[in-house]
């Protein structure tokens, strides 16, 4: 079984940095896409940013420029380093792995972590 697990997310004022980090448990043979959403109260969940195996990277709206992506595929893991925060990035961000495919060849469609709460004070 294949499980995202995410850490990182906290509280900080407007204008700084917070770096979440999710890893995929299990024996997973590949990852097609790694990314982040974030869903905020009473909205829906929306795309952060993602990273395919092929290296092409995907942004939600007003996010490029301040958050960068990065995947470590050899230890199955996808980091998000955001800066310049601002209240409206209060969210709960989940980690999302698309395409998994264990040493077992079963696959995974769309895997979602548990969420990480990101809170920016203004």
């Known amino acids: 079984q294949v499980q995202l697990v995410e850490s990182g997310g906290g509280l900080v004022q407007t204008g700084g940095s917070l770096r979440l980090s999710c890893t995929a448990s299990g024996s997973i043979r590949s990852i097609d896409i790694m990314g982040w959403y974030r869903q905020a109260p009473g909205k829906q969940r929306e795309l952060v940013v993602k990273l395919t195996s092929r290296g092409r990277t995907y942004y939600g709206d007003s996010n490029e420029g301040r958050f960068t992506i990065s995947r470590d595929n050899a230890n199955n893991a996808v980091y998000v380093d955001m800066n310049n925060l601002k209240p409206e990035d209060t969210a709960v961000y989940y980690c999302?792995?698309?395409?998994?495919?264990?040493?077992?060849?079963?696959?995974?469609?769309?895997?979602w972590g548990q969420g990480t709460q990101v809170t920016v004070s203004s």
């Open positions: 999302n792995a698309v395409r998994v495919t264990t040493t077992s060849n079963h696959r995974y469609l769309d895997l």
